[in-house]
């Protein structure tokens, strides 16, 4: 069973691991700035990115942060999320999580 957890122990900075037992199979960082949630990092396969994604975002929002953005410099990892929908292109925040979660990317899709 995969479980997804914050393991950080700094109140602003995040670390999201995303485990099968005691492997690690991926991780996402990220950091509260000025009310804004950054992702400034993701190393895993595939299939555990929209996971780690939407447990960091929750995280978020269940913090009153409301907006993310992503600073992916990685092309392979960014080339995934934008066909999981969290990013296009040419622009990679998102300004209402809640929106997001609720209207535009649902697990059904």
Do not use: Q
Not at 16 to 38: M, N, Q
Not at 88 to 103: A, G, H, L, V, W
């Amino acid at each position: 069973m995969i479980t997804i957890l914050n393991t950080s122990d700094k109140p602003d900075a995040l670390l999201f691991e995303a485990k099968d037992g005691e492997e690690v199979l991926g991780t996402l960082t990220g950091r509260f700035e000025d009310g804004l949630f950054i992702i400034s990092g993701i190393s895993s396969e595939k299939f555990l990115i929209d996971g780690l994604c939407r447990a960091a975002m929750n995280y978020a929002y269940n913090r009153v942060i409301n907006s993310c953005r992503f600073d992916i410099e990685d092309g392979e990892i960014k080339s995934e999320l934008i066909r999981l929908g969290f990013v296009k292109n040419d622009d990679n925040y998102i300004p209402d999580i809640d929106y997001f979660f609720t209207s535009h990317k649902t697990c059904g899709k």
